[in-house]
């Protein structure tokens, strides 16, 4: 149980147009939802954390606009990047909590395989 | 702020070999602590985690002791497989509700047949 899923697994796009990542959990209501980034051979760095219903809360020195989330049900959120730029390039992973939907590790994160974006 | 900090790598040893990754942590309260693996192009998998002083998480050989007194969460497993080749992460959680959780750096393990 607990499976994550995002799609795709990879995505190549050209510089100025936008993507959108999809991570969803698959056998469980994830009340929250986080957005992290990798860089090569670095560790993740949170980007924003979002709450079923409610605007996410962005970490500091992520542009909103830029990294637009919904999390529109319990499982489902995406991530679009918009106008995307080659620096934009990275491994996106979300992960996702049952939270206040219960179970015994309600608040333990799931993480998803990562979305691989290329900007060209 | 909360942080971790862990052995930087990479860290190569023989088949067999007894492994220690260093993990010590900076937290106000009373943090979750985890270790999570990346196998070669794949996502984070938890590996195991404790949840307060002296708990010690185990899974798959590899075992960790939530120290208090040393602020520290060290990796080991007594003898290490080639399929055991991944990246390892040290994190912590602060509290049991959904909040963030902080990553070390990230060590990466390479075994030698």
């Known amino acids: 149980g607990a499976v994550v899923s995002q799609h795709p697994s990879r995505v190549i796009c050209k510089s100025g147009t936008s993507v959108k990542i999809e991570c969803r959990s698959l056998?469980?209501?994830?009340?929250?939802m986080f957005w992290y980034r990798q860089f090569p051979k670095q560790s993740l760095m949170l980007m924003a954390t979002?709450?079923?219903?409610?605007?996410?809360?962005?970490e500091q020195g992520v542009e909103k606009d830029k990294f637009l989330i919904n999390h529109a049900s319990l499982t489902l959120s995406t991530l679009t990047v918009t106008s995307a730029h080659p620096e934009d390039s990275s491994f996106y992973i979300c992960?996702?909590?049952?939270?206040?939907?219960?179970?015994?590790?309600?608040?333990?994160?799931?993480f998803g395989p990562g979305t691989r974006l290329t900007v060209t | 702020g909360d942080s971790v900090t862990q052995m930087e790598g990479p860290v190569t040893l023989s088949e067999e070999a007894f492994l220690t990754i260093n993990c010590t942590y900076t937290a106000t309260g009373y943090p979750s602590l985890f270790w999570y693996v990346q196998y070669p192009g794949e996502g984070l998998q938890l590996l195991l985690k404790?949840?307060?002083?002296?708990d010690k998480g185990s899974n798959k050989g590899f075992e960790a002791t939530y120290r208090k007194e040393t602020t520290s969460f060290h990796l080991e497993k007594g003898s290490v497989q080639v399929s055991d080749s991944a990246v390892y992460f040290c994190?912590?959680?602060?509290?049991?509700?959904?909040?963030?959780?902080?990553f070390g750096s990230g060590t990466r393990l390479s075994i030698r047949p």
């Open positions: 994190a912590l959680s602060a509290s049991s509700s959904a909040s963030k959780i902080i």
């Open positions: 992960s996702a909590s049952p939270g206040l939907s219960g179970g015994p590790s309600s608040y333990e994160q799931y």
């Open positions: 979002s709450n079923e219903g409610s605007k996410a809360t962005y």
């Open positions: 056998d469980f209501q994830a009340t929250t």
């Open positions: 404790a949840t307060k002083a002296d």
